[in-house]
């Protein structure tokens, strides 16, 4: 699953002296937290490690963690996101911001080493001469990606450890806007004799900006084997390079009793890349499961050739297609699975041939980037993130409006409002909850509420909801704030949701062009009013047919008919009279839910309508 990881413009600074110069409020881009530096040794240092690696090392980073039993990490972090065209499924990213958030200096111009990814040690003390001399490490790194790009005197290093214990710099990147965001470089050296001792190590270093997340730099499919030389580039292994992405575009996740197949249909996209210097016929297979059972929902590929064949060094998309019957409508909230499956035919990496036996060494085992997956949670709630938060936006404007656009697939009762808020500093500080049915109108909510303490930065602050608010089709949902500092929002950068965003700080409404992600704002909806609604009504009264479409007749002796909506505005509706009683033209009419409010002398008395 996705993990912590990651263009719109980076140049918001760590701290408020950053935009000393601005002379009006903007919504940013900001890193995760603005809370202060750890003071702890154990949180800005390498841990110490008495474990040992071996040849081959490698790593794709594709298990969606950074493992301990390869690396030492200062501050790099996993991601399935910030890179642009990765080598394979996942990767790791270096910048100036340690593993909590913070940054490695509170001066805003200071530079020096940042983040850090040190392998684990590895004995080279009983290399043949052979071996010795066909001693290579390759690697794949891009600049920038999604996050910010690295200046002309920002670097990436990667040095070796010598039998003195002295990091050497064996290889060095200078950044630059010359430097591609598209796609990864690959870089291959030699680790010359004097390095094959018994505790060689290799690191690599961010070197740039300490004040906040830049100058960032990201690593992927790491390799140091014997056996190579300065051409050895390919690998027999096909990749997936993506997690599957969400065919309910743009959600991520959907209320269960929300979904209706007719209005929400698309496709599961994904991607392999062929790091082999030879084509290569490959299936994949598609499946859509019950998390908690496991039970097949649908499989919309089985065993599908890839067409045409896949050749050398080739990347492609592949899309899978959701079947029309699809049904996921349910009686209770879930979690929905897909999960992707390249057949490829990888296996083991290849030690030798002998003849007609090949030797595999197990150590690496090129299928584990051939299958990815993802969680559609079909719970209460719409959102267009992941759950996981690469940075935050803000405004920094006291009274300034942030808000979040949402489109619902059916009508529904507002029952309350997550949002992510990322620094923790900000636990305890008020805002103004507030809901839209229209930017051009006054809110339909507006509680003062306050950001609770919780477990960190994947965890999302719940506010509910105790006023009946229905809503449908286009709403907003948001808050005010009471405070000049940047409030920092979670912003997942799986996707690109910015066009939703909303913001005011200067009296008026503008839509956010400049950052981009989906930003962790999520409305959570009921079936039902969140307060009981009484009702008076009169047995001898029929509304038919309910839900409506059209034509909505009333049977019964009436002497005033009115039509409200579920925020007590009255609405107009053409009445039409035959023998039978009143009848409701409802043609055109927004679907949703309404009252209907009937008149019989001194009494009233309501129903409830639906709307198709």
Not at 12 to 21: D, E, K, P, S, T
Not at 50 to 61: I, K, T
Not at 131 to 151: R, T, V, Y
Not at 198 to 207: C, E, I, P, V
Request: glycine share 8%; hydrophobic share 35%.
């Amino acid at each position: 699953m996705a993990e912590r990881g990651i263009v719109g413009f980076f140049c918001f600074l760590l701290i408020c002296f950053a935009f000393q110069n601005e002379t009006q409020a903007q919504f940013h881009q900001l890193p995760l937290s603005l809370s202060q530096p750890e003071t702890k040794p154990a949180s800005s240092q390498l841990r110490v490690q008495q474990e040992m690696a071996s040849l081959p090392f490698w790593d794709d980073f594709s298990s969606g963690e950074i493992s301990a039993d390869k690396w030492l990490s200062k501050g790099t972090l996993h991601s399935y996101t910030i890179g642009n065209n990765p080598p394979s499924l996942g990767m790791v990213f270096l910048d100036g911001m340690d593993a909590g958030g913070n940054p490695y200096s509170r001066s805003r111009l200071e530079n020096g080493e940042g983040d850090e990814l040190q392998s684990l040690p590895i004995d080279l003390s009983g290399l043949n001469g052979e071996d010795q001399n066909s001693l290579f490490i390759s690697f794949f790194w891009q600049a920038g990606g999604k996050g910010e790009m690295p200046d002309s005197q920002d670097a990436l290093v990667l040095s070796f450890l010598d039998g003195e214990g002295n990091w050497i710099p064996a290889w060095t990147q200078d950044g630059g806007e010359e430097l591609s965001t598209d796609g990864f470089q690959q870089a291959i050296l030699p680790v010359p004799a004097a390095f094959q001792h018994a505790n060689f190590q290799f690191k690599f270093t961010q070197s740039g900006r300490l004040s906040g997340p830049f100058d960032t730099w990201i690593l992927d499919y790491i390799l140091l084997n014997t056996g190579r030389n300065e051409q050895d580039l390919f690998t027999n292994d096909r990749s997936l390079t993506r997690l599957p992405g969400s065919p309910f575009a743009p959600y991520y996740a959907i209320p269960y009793f929300e979904f209706d197949p007719e209005m929400v249909s698309g496709t599961i996209q994904n991607q392999f890349n062929n790091l082999a210097n030879r084509f290569r016929a490959m299936e994949y297979t598609v499946e859509l499961r019950d998390l908690a059972t496991g039970n097949l929902i649908a499989r919309p590929d089985q065993n599908t050739p890839v067409n045409p064949v896949a050749q050398a060094g080739e990347r492609r998309d592949f899309f899978s297609t959701l079947p029309e019957d699809l049904e996921l409508m349910a009686d209770n909230a879930f979690d929905l699975e897909i999960a992707v499956q390249l057949m490829a035919g990888d296996d083991f990496l290849v030690a030798s041939i002998e003849g007609q036996d090949t030797v595999f060494n197990e150590a690496v085992d090129f299928r584990v980037n051939d299958t990815s997956s993802t969680i559609i949670p079909f719970q209460d709630y719409y959102a267009y993130d992941n759950g996981h938060a690469d940075y935050a936006a803000g405004i920094n404007q006291r009274g300034g409006m942030l808000a979040l656009e949402y489109t619902t697939l059916n009508p529904g009762y507002l029952s309350g409002i997550s949002i992510n808020f990322t620094n923790l500093a900000q636990r305890g500080n008020a805002i103004e909850l507030m809901v839209w049915d229209s930017l051009e109108n006054e809110p339909l909510l507006r509680e003062e509420v306050l950001i609770p303490e919780d477990d960190g930065l994947a965890s999302f602050a719940y506010f509910p909801i105790d006023t009946n608010i229905l809503v449908q089709d286009t709403f907003y949902v948001g808050f005010a704030q009471y405070s000049n500092d940047y409030l920092h929002v979670g912003l997942d950068k799986s996707g690109d949701t910015g066009e939703k965003v909303h913001f005011n700080v200067l009296g008026s409404w503008q839509q956010n062009e400049e950052v981009s992600g989906n930003l962790m704002i999520r409305p959570h909806l009921s079936q039902v009013p969140v307060q009981e609604i009484s009702e008076e009504t009169d047995p001898e009264i029929h509304l038919y047919p309910n839900p409506v479409v059209d034509r909505l007749r009333i049977s019964g002796q009436v002497t005033g008919v009115a039509v409200f909506d579920f925020q007590g505005r009255e609405i107009k509706v053409p009445q039409e009279g035959d023998k039978n009683g009143e009848i409701l033209n409802f043609t055109g009419v927004q679907k949703g839910m309404y009252l209907i409010k009937f008149i019989q002398g001194d009494h009233s008395f309501t129903k409830r309508i639906i709307v198709k």
